[in-house]
């Protein structure tokens, strides 16, 4: 028995290539089975990546499409903002006081809850004229400011975060 043969079971011996058995057998059916594996493999995880990058996108566009609302809703609020700007700047009587603190109430209120949601207004007048965040709808000549700074605010301009979400609309000093 010492002198018998061990056969590998993965590597089987070679067979007589005269019979025709042999001839049949000529592709290793263990190597296809195993290329067929890895070829399944290779789609598995490519399908797997494909899934993952879309997942990705998918919640990357979800969290743009919320903020865009956002940045939209907020946007709108600015009108009001605006509005109660405009009444706080009306000169009233003694009669009128109760009526102007309540605006003012009511102003501090709205201005709170868009600083809450990271809204924050642009410092315009006496910076320099940037095109990114100001909005110039009038030049002046102005001998006490240099060219190109701000020396009015027609409507101010706020960002989100770093997204600007309205331009401040200003009046620009030229030389």
Excluded: C
């Excluded at 061990?6 to 000529?26: C, H, K, N, Q, R």
């Excluded at 566009?61 to 709108?76: F, K, N």
Aim: no cysteine.
């Amino acid at each position: 028995m010492a002198d018998e043969p061990v056969i590998d079971p993965v590597d089987p011996p070679a067979a007589d290539t005269d019979s025709p058995a042999s001839l049949s057998d000529a592709a290793d059916p263990s190597a296809e089975l195993r290329k067929e594996r890895d070829d399944y493999k290779d789609r598995w995880l490519r399908k797997t990546a494909e899934f993952d990058n879309y997942r990705k996108r998918i919640e990357r566009e979800r969290r743009e499409q919320a903020d865009t609302a956002i940045a939209d809703l907020l946007e709108s609020l600015l009108a009001v903002v605006d509005d109660f700007d405009r009444a706080l700047t009306v000169e009233a009587g003694p009669e009128a006081d109760a009526y102007r603190t309540g605006v003012e109430l009511i102003h501090a209120k709205l201005l709170d809850f868009l600083k809450k949601r990271g809204v924050r207004a642009i410092e315009a007048l006496g910076a320099d004229f940037d095109p990114n965040i100001h909005q110039a709808v009038m030049h002046e000549a102005s001998p006490d400011a240099r060219d190109g700074e701000v020396i009015g605010e027609l409507r101010k301009g706020y960002m989100l975060g770093d997204k600007l979400l309205r331009p401040a609309m200003v009046k620009v000093a030229k030389a």
